[in-house]
């Protein structure tokens, strides 16, 4: 039996994988960063060895523009490529998927109410690429995990709400936990934290929000996932709504959680984050 | 305050939701399409001309060729798509950013924690 054996979320702003491409990794600046993403690249590397991983993303006009923007979309393919935004095609291998076990969950998931938009060819922009190579090691041409694509419209409200970002979670938990193949699963949530780009409050970040955040979503993630979205993008800023992806990642894991590592960083526009969790008992969330 | 903005009653923000986006479209629709660099060299080439293929009002070309981002913003414009074109033409999310705060770059970035992590 397959089963989720890490929760991670993680920031996906798209000045870190600049960083990144740039080697910016001793530079004052961005060392804090890529330290604080170190020991979960080490936790999941020496100790969690996922086989796949699921990544909650949202695309930025990348594969989907507004002329038809899905709610939720899962890709269903066996390999995934490394889009360009526009700035660039990052160096970065593309990526192998697992269409069985993706055949699976959504299968799973459309007979559990959750109707997603089946993808058979994604590009992968910066909503997904940022959080990969801090938390798996990318070879020249290959990466040490398949990966399955989940995308969740931020983008272009109305968006779907935190509660039903948990409750896809909790579904995608079934999902895993009833693929007779034995898969070490990781999750991850991207987005957020706090930040906002558009109008006279561009720039605006909340660091005691995002710290509060960074504990709830831990011990109290169905209070969070009643947040309307007008009081987390009050909050949080317009753009920091996207933390819903994080709920995704929430609501797969179980009702109580181990956090391994949570690290905070917000040097410009963004909060920035990563939190480590593993499940605690088998009760789910 | 803007009709968009009382929608939703958070100061300083323009939440992109459906009736915004509507607004939007033929910019968000050009801007996009500067994904490719075939398509930035014409922009470049001509921006008028480029601009004329997408059904854009007289407002939005204007708030275009002003690159006035805050006035773009409240036209339906929105700063994932329209990065593309300040890409094209030059223009930084940052100095962006300042501009639709109204403040220099340079005072922009005294109000950051870590200006250098651009």
């Known amino acids: ?60 006009g990348t594969e989907f523009f507004l002329d038809r923007y899905p709610t939720f979309a899962l890709g269903v393919a066996d390999s995934y490529q490394v889009a360009d935004e526009g700035y660039g095609k990052r160096p970065l291998p593309d990526f192998p998927g697992d269409a069985n076990f993706s055949e699976h969950l959504a299968n799973s998931l459309v007979a559990d109410e959750f109707d997603m938009t089946l993808c058979q060819e994604m590009a992968l922009d910066h909503g997904f690429l940022t959080a990969m190579p801090l938390l798996w090691e990318p070879g020249e041409n290959e990466w040490p995990v398949k990966v399955v694509p989940l995308l969740v419209n931020v983008i272009q409200h109305p968006l779907p709400t935190g509660q039903r970002c948990f409750k896809l979670g909790q579904a995608l938990r079934r999902a895993v936990e009833s693929y007779p193949e034995d898969l070490r699963v990781a999750i991850v949530g991207t987005g957020g934290l706090s930040h906002q780009l558009n109008g006279e409050r ?36 317009a753009e920091g709504g996207e933390v819903i992806m994080w709920l995704v990642m929430r609501g797969a894991m179980t009702e109580q959680v181990k956090e391994r590592h949570r690290f905070y960083y917000a040097p410009m526009t963004t909060g920035m984050a990563v939190l480590a969790l593993e499940n605690e008992g088998n009760t789910p969330a | 305050m803007s009709a968009d903005q009382d929608r ?106 870590v200006p250098e992590a651009t």
Request: glycine share 8%; aromatic share 12%; with cysteine.
């Open chain 1, 202 to 237: 561009f720039g605006l970040i909340n660091e005691e929000w995002d710290k509060a955040w960074l504990q709830n979503i831990q011990d109290d993630p169905k209070a969070l996932a009643q947040l309307s979205h007008k009081e987390v993008m009050t909050a949080a800023g």
């Open chain 2, 8 to 113: 939703w009653g958070i100061p300083g923000t323009y939440v992109f939701d459906l009736n915004l986006s509507r607004k939007g479209y033929a910019v968000n629709k050009m801007c996009n399409s500067l994904r490719y660099a075939e398509n930035r060299e014409a922009y470049l080439a001509d921006e008028e001309a480029y601009m004329a293929r997408y059904n854009l009002s007289e407002e939005q070309k204007q708030a275009i060729r002003d690159r006035d981002w805050l006035q773009l913003t409240r036209l339906g414009g929105n700063l994932f798509f329209f990065l593309k074109l300040g890409a094209t033409v030059g223009h930084g999310l940052y100095p962006i950013g300042a501009q639709m705060r109204g403040e220099s770059y340079e005072d922009f970035l005294k109000t950051r924690n």
């Open chain 1, 1 to 60: 039996m397959a089963k989720i054996v890490a929760g991670i979320g993680s920031s996906h702003v798209p000045s870190i994988g600049r960083a990144y491409d740039q080697n910016k990794q001793a530079d004052p600046a961005w060392q804090p960063l890529f330290d604080g993403y170190e020991p979960v690249k080490r936790w999941l590397e020496e100790e969690v060895k996922a086989d796949v991983v699921i990544l909650v993303y949202n695309d930025h």
